[in-house]
């Protein structure tokens, strides 16, 4: 069975002091527990400390009703078991629609009906065993966004067997609506990390905020912008750890151009998605398609 390990954590203003060592104050509140499936922690420095942690804890368990795989009752398991889900949330809608964006800007690298691939790989690996040819065709002829219909009354997928999954791009837009809930509520300066990570204003020093990436990408200066890493090594189905898990929905084969991909960009669900995408995809498809986000790659 695969698994990520994160660790999910919101810091605002002089609120990374105890995070980093520093001295705190007064204002400063902490709450630790679980969110989007991991360890999580959240601190803030700010008058109306406790009534902003509530509100984001209460944000992020509201999304994870729409997103997450992992809940029976989920806007997403009920619409992989049914094939159609009626009044979906405006949150879904949304991100289905930067969903179809990102699929067609990466000419189908991204796209969040590989999930009966997914599947198979999970299950056939779990039990000893590799996804044989046949299989994986039959599992590719439920794969494809032109699979998915959506409205703001209705999503629905075409035939029986289409499954989607929203985990390669649900994380970074779960961290852009946290932040801008933090921002309406007069936190100027914030850092979310829920496994991408969205920045607003200056870290406590007075910079932006630096963040090391993974592996030997470098660091990167975040100032109201956001980034993402993927790599498909990072969780593998094998014990080994050779079969990555980031599939190729254009061919049904695990992909890597890439060991490590970072995207910086104006949000963290673009950067989310296009990080996925790009580990799959030659550079000079990257270049063509990065729009204006920064790529690094390793």
């Known amino acids: 069975m ?25 204002n400063v509140s902490q709450w630790r527990g679980i969110a989007l499936g991991a360890d999580a922690r ?8 406790d ?4 509100m984001a804890v209460s944000e992020i368990h509201r999304l994870e009703s ?8 989920s806007q997403i398991s009920r619409l992989n078991r049914d094939g159609r889900l009626v009044q979906p949330a405006f949150e879904m809608i949304e991100l289905l629609s930067i969903s179809s964006r990102l699929n067609a800007r990466t000419d189908g ?9 997914w599947s198979l790989y999970a299950e056939e690996f779990t039990a000893g065993n590799q996804p044989v040819d046949e299989r994986i065709s039959q599992a590719m002829a439920v794969t494809g966004w032109g699979h998915v219909k959506y409205t703001p009354q209705e999503i629905s997928f075409d035939r029986t067997g289409v499954m989607m ?48 990436l993974n592996g030997d990408l470098g660091r990167v200066s975040l100032h ?34 890439w060991s490590g991909v970072s995207v910086v960009s104006k949000s963290a669900a673009e950067a989310d998605g296009l990080s996925t995408a ?12 990065k729009g204006d986000s920064d790529v690094y790659l390793l």
Not at 169 to 191: C, P, S, W, Y
Not at 278 to 289: D, G, H, N, R, V
Request: charged letters at 15%; a negative charge; one cysteine or more.
């Open 224 to 257: 109201g912008a956001a980034v993402a890493t993927s790599a498909p090594l990072g969780t593998s189905f094998d014990e080994g750890g050779a079969v990555g898990h980031i599939l190729d929905p254009r061919t049904g084969y695990p992909g890597g151009v």
């Open 42 to 49: 959240i601190v803030l420095d700010h008058p109306n400390a």
């Open 165 to 212: 999954t929203l985990n390669g791009i649900a994380q970074g837009f779960i961290a852009d609506k946290v932040t801008e809930l933090l921002r309406q509520n007069g936190v100027t300066d914030v850092m979310v990390n829920t496994g991408e990570i969205a920045a607003l204003g200056v870290a406590p020093n007075g910079d932006a905020w630096d963040i090391k």
């Open 109 to 117: 690298a991204f796209d969040p009906t590989v999930q009966a691939l």
């Open 66 to 73: 729409i997103f997450s795989l992992y809940q029976a009752d």
């Open 2 to 26: 695969t698994t990520r390990r994160r660790f999910l954590s919101i810091v605002a203003g002089a609120a990374v002091a105890p995070v980093i060592g520093l001295s705190s104050t007064n």
């Open 278 to 289: 790009f580990c799959l995809m030659p550079e000079s498809e990257i270049l063509a398609a």
């Open 51 to 54: 009534r902003l942690i509530e």
